[in-house]
C-alpha cells in the first residue's frame, strides 16, 4: 500500500510539473493565438489565417483516429506523449526560422504545412495524455491537477513575457514576437524530459484479438478503425453522450474564437512594441483566474462551468465589438482583456469536458470515446472555422465575431440540458 502511494504522489507531482511545461509552452506559442497574429503579422493573406485553425483540427482528427487504436493497442503512453510534443516543437521551429522569409505565398503554405503537423502532434499526445492521466491520477485529484498545472503556469508566462519586455528588446516589434515563439519551443521539448519520468505500469500486449475481443485476427488499422465505428455507434446510445457532444459543438464558439480574435487584434497592432506579450500576459492571467474560480465550480457541478464558460466569452466578444464600433477604444490593453476572458473561458470549456469524458469512461473505452467526440466536433469545427475564415476574408474579422457571440449565447443555454444525475455521478474505474 506505502508503494502504491508513492507512486501516485510520485506520479502526480511528475504529470503536475509536466503539464506546467506544456501549458507554458502552449502560452508562448499558441496556435491559437501567437501563430495568427504572427501569420498576420508578416502580411501573409489573411484568408489562409482563418484557415489555419481548420487544417490543425483536420489533422487532428486524422491523428486521433489513428492513434487511437495504437495506444488503446499497448506500448507506454508517456513515450506517445513526448513524441507528439517533440514534433509539435520541431513544427515551430520550421514556422520561427521561416518568418525571416516575407514572401507572403510561401509564407502561407509553410504555415500552413506547420498547422498540419501541430494537428497531428496534439492528435497523438493528446489522446496518449488523457489515457495516461486518468490510468495514474485517482479521479478526486484529477481537478486539482489540471487547476494547478494551469496556475502556475499562467504566472511563469506573465514573468516571462514581461522579461522580454525588458532583455529582449528589438526596434523591429516582429522579432520580439519570435522570440517569445522561441522560448515556447523551448519549454516544450523540456517537457517531454519530465513526462519521460512518470511511473508507468507497461499495459498488457492485446495479441491476437478480433474487434470483438476474442481470440483469432490479429489486429489491424483497419480492424481497430471498425472498432472505433462501433464504439462511436454505442457512445451515442447514451443520452448522457449525446447531449454532451450537442455541448461540444456549440462549445466550437469558445475554442474557436482566439484565432478570430487574435486576427481582429493584428490589423491593428501587429506592429506595435509588446503587443504580443501584453496579450500573453493577458492570456495568462485569465488561466490564473480560471484556476482558482473553475476549480470550486467544477468541484461543486461541471454543469455550472460548462454554462458559465460560454456565457464569458460572449462578454469578450462584446468586448471586440465595442473596439470595432468605437476606433477610439482600439487601445493593446482593452484587446488585453478581450484575451483575458476568452482566455478564462476557453479554461473552463476545455477542462470540464475533458474531465466529464475521462470521469465517465472506464479505462477501456477511454481512448476510443475521447476519439468519437474528437471526432464529432472537429469535423463540424473544420465546416464552421472555414466559414468564418472565409467571411472574414470577404468582409471584415469582425463579422465572424458576432456570429461567434451568437454561438456563445445559444451554448450557454444548451448546457443546462445536461444531465445533472450524470454530471454528479462517481467516476468509473
Request: hydrophobic share 55%.
Amino acid at each position: 500500500m506505502a508503494s502504491i502511494d508513492r507512486d501516485e504522489n510520485w506520479n502526480f507531482s511528475t504529470l503536475l510539473g509536466q503539464g506546467i511545461f506544456v501549458s507554458l509552452a502552449y502560452r508562448l506559442s499558441s496556435p491559437k493565438l501567437v501563430l495568427p497574429f504572427l501569420y498576420t503579422a508578416l502580411g501573409a493573406p489573411v484568408v489562409f489565417a482563418g484557415l489555419l485553425l481548420p487544417v490543425v483540427q483536420i489533422s487532428r482528427l486524422i491523428s486521433q483516429l489513428a492513434s487511437a487504436p495504437v495506444v488503446s493497442g499497448g506500448g507506454l503512453r508517456k513515450f506517445y506523449v513526448a513524441l507528439g510534443t517533440v514534433i509539435l516543437a520541431a513544427a515551430l521551429g520550421v514556422a520561427g526560422l521561416a518568418s525571416n522569409d516575407p514572401r507572403a505565398a510561401w509564407l502561407a503554405v509553410l504555415f500552413l504545412l506547420v498547422a498540419t503537423i501541430i494537428g497531428i502532434a496534439q492528435g497523438l499526445s493528446g489522446i496518449a495524455f488523457w489515457d495516461l492521466f486518468g490510468r495514474v491520477v485517482p479521479s478526486h485529484r484529477q481537478s486539482t491537477l489540471i487547476y494547478s498545472q494551469a496556475a502556475v503556469s499562467g504566472v511563469l508566462a506573465i514573468l516571462i513575457a514581461l522579461g522580454s519586455r525588458h532583455f529582449l528588446f528589438h526596434d523591429d516589434a516582429l522579432h520580439e514576437h519570435l522570440e517569445l515563439l522561441w522560448l515556447g519551443i523551448g519549454v516544450a521539448v523540456l517537457s517531454c524530459v519530465v513526462v519521460a519520468l512518470v511511473r508507468e505500469t507497461r499495459p498488457e500486449a492485446p495479441g491476437k484479438k478480433t474487434t470483438d475481443g476474442k481470440s483469432g485476427e490479429k489486429r489491424s488499422f483497419r480492424t481497430e478503425i471498425m472498432k472505433l465505428r462501433d464504439s462511436a455507434r454505442t457512445a451515442l446510445e447514451h443520452a448522457w453522450f449525446r447531449r454532451f457532444n450537442v455541448v461540444r459543438i456549440l462549445f466550437l464558439s469558445v475554442q474557436l474564437a482566439m484565432p478570430f480574435y487574435a486576427v481582429h487584434a493584428a490589423g491593428h497592432h501587429a506592429h506595435s512594441h509588446h503587443s504580443m506579450s501584453t496579450f500573453v500576459i493577458a492570456s495568462s492571467t485569465g488561466v490564473i483566474a480560471g484556476s482558482f474560480i473553475w476549480h470550486r465550480i467544477v468541484h461543486r457541478s461541471l454543469q455550472s462551468a460548462m454554462v458559465l464558460a460560454p456565457a464569458i466569452a460572449c462578454a469578450a466578444g462584446s468586448v471586440a465589438i465595442v473596439m470595432e464600433v468605437i476606433p477610439e477604444f482600439r487601445g493593446v490593453l482593452l484587446y488585453g482583456l478581450t484575451f483575458m476572458l476568452l482566455a478564462f473561458a476557453a479554461q473552463g470549456a476545455s477542462s470540464s469536458g475533458s474531465l466529464y469524458l475521462v470521469r465517465f469512461t472506464t479505462r477501456e473505452n477511454r481512448p476510443d470515446y475521447l476519439a468519437v467526440s474528437n471526432f464529432l466536433a472537429g469535423a463540424i469545427g473544420v465546416a464552421v472555422a472555414f466559414v468564418f475564415g472565409t467571411l472574414a476574408h470577404l468582409q471584415s474579422a469582425v463579422w465572424p465575431i458576432w456570429c461567434i457571440v451568437a454561438m456563445n449565447i445559444v451554448a450557454s443555454v444548451y448546457a443546462m440540458r445536461l444531465d445533472k444525475s450524470q454530471l454528479h455521478a462517481p467516476a468509473p474505474a
